[in-house]
């Protein structure tokens, strides 16, 4: 079992930065792949970033990619989402997830943190 827990969301004007931050319990951290995930209002849950069991591959939606970096500390048990240049569609909750393979499918994800809410306002 691993137990996450999501901080850092909150209000943020457009084209401002956040960081998010999992940090993780329970079983060996560096054992999993972590992921974030978001999910706004109405809409399916979505693959934002994903990096692997060292740090040394990461993945982004195309959504994102060149805005916000995912990074892990596994001495910390701890995974990291930084996102600068802040759009109102990135409003969502967002979500940190761990899974035994490097996947961007929300299914393939083993355990799911409870969300935190980001708001990006116009």
């Known amino acids: 079992q691993v137990q996450l827990v999501e901080s850092g969301g909150g209000l943020v004007q457009a084209g401002g930065s956040l960081r998010l931050s999992c940090a993780a319990s329970?079983?060996?951290?560096?054992?999993?792949?972590m992921g974030w995930f978001r999910q706004a209002p109405g809409k399916e849950r979505e693959f934002v970033a994903a990096?692997?069991?060292?740090?040394?591959?990461?993945y982004y939606a195309d959504s994102v990619k060149g805005r916000f970096t995912i990074s892990r500390d596994n001495a910390k048990s701890t995974v990291y989402l930084q996102m600068n240049s802040l759009k109102p569609e990135d409003t969502a909750v967002y979500y940190c997830?761990?899974?035994?393979?490097?996947?961007?499918?929300?299914?393939?994800?083993?355990?799911w943190g409870q969300g935190t809410q980001v708001t990006v306002s116009s």
């Open positions: 329970g079983r060996t951290f560096s054992s999993y792949v």
């Open positions: 990096v692997s069991w060292s740090g040394g591959r990461t």
């Open positions: 997830a761990a899974a035994s393979r490097l996947l961007t499918t929300p299914g393939m994800y083993d355990y």
